[in-house]
């Protein structure tokens, strides 16, 4: 059985707890929030971290304590993010991947440069292979974030070119102002040119996060929700929690033979851990 894997992006850079006061900053919060997402079914936590007052951080001692928080409690697979705030720096982005020891399982890689609101979200092709190397020298497993198709064009073409190796997970990130919209045709599209022996997964922004999910279900994909993309549970109707969040596409996925995977069972799909065995130094 194809069983779904959802992750979990309980925080990103952008909602505020003046969108929606439950949620969460600081390092303690945000691993309650994960606890729950994962007790609910998530397998996967897209980790982002902010400091106490809610900016936007990409600090590995706040990254620590939240993993260690959650590791404490529950098992699931931890992917930071590389992506952080559009305003971090490229090295800010990689410290949480050069710094952590060990390394986290699994990090974000965006395969290009977007529009983000009124904002560019900048990935030019040198940062792409710099994030690639620093990866791979710790095992960290990338999650390809594809926000329009020529991410994809570009994805498919570095591992044409034997710079990405292996089966990839690729997330689908459909919905941000700028960037591609978030309909099923559009999901259905870069489904299509994705070949064989590949996993994906979808991250609707907003009201798409629960349409999008639910044709990932039926497609056999896989779904990420959680407030960094949405924090409506429906029209008007402010979500009560991430869990709640998780919750819901776990009960859809029961419906449609798609059972939530485990952490174990999601490491299974996407053959982690990889190899390379964790530094046990950061590399300055
Ligand atoms: N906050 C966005 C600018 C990621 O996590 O890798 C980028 C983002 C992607 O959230
Ligand atoms: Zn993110």
């Known amino acids: 059985m194809n ?8 925080v990103g850079a952008e909602t505020m707890k003046a969108d929606h006061p439950g949620h969460p900053y600081g390092p303690e919060e945000i691993a309650i929030a994960s606890i729950e997402a994962v007790k609910a079914g998530a397998s996967i936590i897209h980790l982002h971290v902010r ?12 990254f620590a304590e939240a993993i260690r928080h959650i590791k404490e409690e529950v098992d699931c697979i931890i992917q930071i993010s590389t992506g952080g705030a559009v305003t971090a720096t490229e090295d800010e982005r990689l410290l949480p991947v050069t710094e952590l020891i060990p390394p986290p399982e699994m990090a974000t890689l965006t395969m290009g440069t977007v529009n983000f609101g009124d904002e560019v979200f900048l990935n030019p092709p040198a940062l792409i292979r710099r994030f690639i190397g620093e990866f791979s020298r710790r095992g960290i497993r990338p999650e390809l974030e594809i926000f329009e198709t020529g991410h994809l064009e570009a994805a498919l073409r570095l591992i044409r070119k034997g710079e990405l190796v292996g089966p990839q997970h690729f997330d689908f990130v459909l919905g941000v102002p700028g960037a591609m919209a978030g309909t099923p045709a559009n999901l259905m599209h870069l489904v299509s040119l994705l070949p064989e022996g590949h996993t994906w997964s979808v991250a609707g922004i907003g009201a798409a996060e629960l349409t999008l999910g639910t044709v990932a279900v039926a497609l056999g994909g896989h779904v990420r ?3 960094e993309d949405n924090i409506y549970f429906r029209k008007g109707e402010l979500a009560e ?17 798609r059972p939530p995977a ?11 851990p990889l190899r390379k065995p964790p530094r046990l130094t950061p590399n300055k």
């Open 3 to 10: 069983k779904l894997i959802i992750t979990c992006a309980p």
């Open 51 to 62: 400091e106490d007052d809610g900016t936007p951080s990409q600090s590995p001692t706040k």
């Open 225 to 227: 929700v959680g407030f």
């Open 241 to 257: 929690s991430n869990a709640q969040l998780v919750g819901r596409i776990a009960r859809i996925g029961r419906e449609l033979e």
């Open 262 to 272: 485990t952490a174990a069972e999601a490491r299974k799909v996407l053959g982690l």
